[in-house]
């Protein structure tokens, strides 16, 4: 018999001064425990890993005008941020539904905001699309104010595991639910060049969709495995090598955020989506309902736009945002990943 005493396994430590991986970041992941590491990551304006910081919430909540007693919902609950500022307004008296397709982020948060002393009394939480709103109503009754964030979660970005950010190294999957459809990766083992332009020019205006394609396509049919997402980074990077110098860097930057923008729309059926909730939205509010959305690209913001001024017009709505709200100034050098967002809202008539 081995009495050999087990090896006492430590943390592993990061090199340097600061932690670089996601892993390493075990403080930030911890914002309970350690408060003051959080607060400084804030401070520097950038997002604690596992974290997400909510955006416009004060415009959000000055339109919504939440009273207590009121049915209201989430319909993308994320971290719980705006849910829990919702919360707050009513008071205990009511009831706020919240919405989320990713199983593994929302369970953290019904347990987070469970701890702070939201349970079942005031808030139902469901792993539903937000698509499916009508089978909500038909639980809740219809709802006295609405918002719907369609921004990915920072905790999702931040993840390796998730795919989201050519910035690290993990697998090229991208869905928002890891247990349906199919990954960025196997999507993209069968498209064709011409589908694969015209997806990277629809979902994400990418000006150099052709060149980008027909390597992507290129590659794959030579056998190369992109799997990975620094793997498609690299063949991206490849293909844009003909840019002036001066301004290469920059262009393979964005054109690898627009790639990954595109290719996470279209294995999560976003646009699908969203047209799906706009179009039952109006059946799902109170008379006087008020309802606010935030985009943070714009073709989601077109058809927010569309949709709100087409049903305005029919007299579904009686008032709807005439410009887009953004937020702050401070706000965003506070939060870079606010920078790109648009809110609109619309009153049911």
Known sequence: MDNQEKEHKRRVRY????????????KELQPDK???????VIQKGNTPAGMHISICVNEIMEFLEIKPGQIGLDATLGYGGHTQEMLKRLESKGHLYA?????IEISKTKERLEHLGYGSEILTIKQLNFA????????????????????????QIDNPDRGFSYKREGPLDLRLN???GISAAER?????????????FENSDEPYSEVISKAIVSEIGKGV???TTTKLQQVIGDALQFIPAGERKEAIKKSCQRTFQALRIDVNNEFEVLYAFLEKLPNALTKGGRVAILTFHSGEDRLVKKSFKRLAQEGVYSEIATEVIRPTIEECNMNSRARSTKMRWAIKA
Do not use: C, W
């Not at 090199?15 to 075990?26: A, D, F, L, N, V």
């Not at 350690?34 to 400084?40: E, F, G, I, N, R």
């Not at 993209?188 to 990277?200: A, D, P, S, V």
């Open 225 to 227: 495995d992109i799997s």
């Open 15 to 26: 090199k340097g001064t600061h932690p670089r991986s996601y892993k390493e970041k075990y």
């Open 188 to 200: 993209l083992k069968t498209i064709t060049q011409e589908e694969l332009e015209g997806m990277l």
């Open 132 to 155: 499916n709103i009508d089978e909500v109503v038909a639980e809740s009754g219809l709802f006295d104010f609405i918002l719907a964030d369609l921004g990915v979660s920072s905790m």
């Open 34 to 40: 350690y408060v003051d590491t959080v607060a400084k």
């Open 178 to 180: 890891p247990e349906k």
């Open 99 to 103: 919405l989320d397709v990713d199983p």
